[in-house]
Nanobody, 115 residues
Framework: VELVESGGGLVQAGGSLRLSCAAHGSAFGVRTMGWYRRAPASTRELVATVDRGGSSNYADSVKGRFTISRDNARNTLYLQMNNLTPDDTAVYYC??????????WGPGTQVTVSS
């Protein structure tokens, strides 16, 4: 399974970005998909996850600002990020957990929010 992220970039505080993550590979079932991030000099943290049924979970720091969604038919995950702040600056990673319990990570996409 290969995960390809896109949509990162530089944005001013208060702006928006939409991240995408496309999953490619041989036939596999998806249990959950999610977004994680790692800010400079920090550990990787959960941003949001969504299961196949559409139930989502968010970090408190992004609730009300970020929205996670997925297109099951296309095995694509999205993260709509609104009202961005400099604290959101990080490398954002896509994660997929298959129905077999295997985890896959994307290479990451940089999000930089200027003040």
């Amino acid at each position: 399974v290969e995960l390809v992220e896109s949509g990162g970039g530089l944005v001013q505080a208060g702006g928006s970005l939409r991240l995408s993550c496309a999953a490619h590979g041989s036939a596999f079932g998806v249990r959950t998909m999610g977004w994680y991030r790692r800010a400079p000099a920090s550990t990787r943290e959960l941003v949001a996850t969504v299961d196949r049924g559409g139930s989502s979970n968010y970090a408190d720091s992004v609730k009300g600002r970020f929205t996670i969604s997925r297109d099951n038919a296309r095995n694509t995950l999205y993260l709509q990020m609104n009202n961005l702040t400099p604290d959101d600056t990080a490398v954002y990673y896509c994660k997929l957990v298959s129905t077999r319990g295997l985890s896959y990570w994307g290479p990451g996409t940089q999000v930089t929010v200027s003040s």
